[in-house]
């Protein structure tokens, strides 16, 4: 759920389904190499520089693709597990809040209820100027560890 605070700034709360959370990557972060081929001065070097450059470019691609692939079905394997886990009351429901895309505070609470109503704490602080104290856990009455 997104939340306004009093100065304006959007914060999210949300239950993350996963232990982890998946690495956010920059598409930015690839490398320039637009200025090889303005150094070839024969056609028999375009051509290795242009064979050279596909497989610089398409290896890297492949390999990226097929770790993205290969993470995505990992998630969608153990997803069933973890929401039967938490779903059945063994598991903590984890509670997180960002404000942009910076983590500010995360918690876990027992119960996908009471994880619910603890969202719904965060997000009437955040409203109302409080924003969430940056602790790890959140205990409910009844919990035991």
């Known amino acids: 759920m997104e939340v306004v605070d009093p100065a304006g700034e959007t914060w999210r709360v949300k239950r993350r389904w996963l232990p982890w959370r998946l690495k956010r990557r920059n598409p930015d972060d690839v490398v320039d190499v ?6 070839v001065d024969e056609p028999i070097g375009l051509v290795i ?16 693709l097929a770790f993205f692939v290969a993470e995505f079905l990992l998630l969608l394997l153990l997803l069933p597990l973890f929401v039967v886990i938490r779903g059945s009351l063994l598991g903590r429901w984890p509670i997180e809040a ?3 895309k910076q983590l500010v505070a995360s918690e ?4 996908w209820r009471a994880s619910g109503d603890r969202m ?5 602080g955040i409203r109302m100027g409080q924003p969430p104290l940056p602790a790890r856990r959140h205990r409910r009455e009844g919990d035991a560890d």
Do not use: C, N, Q, W
């Open 98 to 100: 960002f404000k942009g």
């Open 120 to 124: 719904l704490e965060i997000a009437d």
């Open 108 to 111: 876990s609470v027992r119960g």
């Open 49 to 64: 520089v242009v064979v050279v450059l596909a497989v610089a470019v398409l290896a890297p691609v492949i390999f990226v």
């Open 34 to 39: 637009s200025d090889a081929a303005g150094a």
